[in-house]
């Protein structure tokens, strides 16, 4: 079964700063899809970015972006500028050619104005 | 296109009764997923329904859980005779199905949040 791992429980950055969430996975699959959502103190699950693992071209949205490092399996997230309403716990996830979902344990991110 | 519905969003019941949570999923989508957060705690999973058709329940405790998704209607998840420790927060997801090539995330809804007493 896949696995996708985030060894980060927390991170802190400050306001307007950069930070980088880290995730690795572990699959035998080519063809799949990863995923970072954003879950806020509401619980509400949001997508913040996708990318596709035949494309070789890191996604990007808005001040969001990925390093998609598909042979080293990794899939990290970066957030630029960062503002108070990132505050949020991340979860990585894997959608496998089977069409489940695997999470990671989440990464709790705390904006420091 | 409404997103995922669930229902209700709060569910309270006391130690042995029944809990029935509800999930329409969005439309189009023929993949739908139960999870169970904890406090604190990541999403855990429980079940993977097609229409009719339990795909994977590797999550799910054997004993007074059940799922099902009808061909019509909403997916439900089910609860016989609650105790403390089923409190949490449970999510339900759906997605496309793998073809035609498009978005592939999962949607989730708000969450029903069982308190047991």
């Known amino acids: 079964a896949q696995t996708v791992t985030q060894s980060q429980p927390e991170m802190s950055v400050q306001e307007a700063e950069t930070v980088t969430l880290s995730c690795t996975y572990d699959?035998?699959?080519?063809?799949?899809?990863l995923f970072w959502y954003k879950q806020p103190p509401s619980r509400q699950m949001i997508l913040v970015i996708r990318?596709?693992?035949?494309?070789?071209q890191n996604a990007t949205e808005n001040r969001f972006s990925v390093n998609f490092q598909k042979a080293a399996k990794s899939f990290s997230l970066k957030i630029s500028d960062s503002q108070l309403g990132d505050a949020a716990m991340y979860f990585c996830a894997y959608r496998s050619t089977g069409n489940q979902f695997y999470f990671g344990t989440g990464t709790s991110l705390t904006v420091i104005p | 296109n409404a997103g995922v519905m669930q229902n209700p969003r709060h569910l309270v019941r006391r130690r042995g009764q029944e809990a029935r949570l509800r999930c329409s999923p969005m439309k189009g989508h023929s993949h739908v997923y139960w999870y169970r957060q904890l406090p604190e705690e990541g999403l855990k999973f429980m079940v993977y329904l097609q229409k009719e058709n339990i795909i994977d329940e590797s999550g799910m405790p054997k004993e007074r859980f059940s799922a099902e998704f009808p061909k019509e209607g909403p997916s439900i998840l089910r609860i016989q005779q609650v105790v403390r420790g089923d409190s949490a927060a449970y999510f339900c997801a759906s997605s496309p199905p793998s073809y035609p090539p498009g978005r592939k995330e999962a949607f989730f809804g708000q969450g029903t949040r069982l308190t047991v007493v």
């Open positions: 699959t035998s699959e080519s063809d799949y899809y």
């Open positions: 990318q596709e693992a035949y494309k070789q």
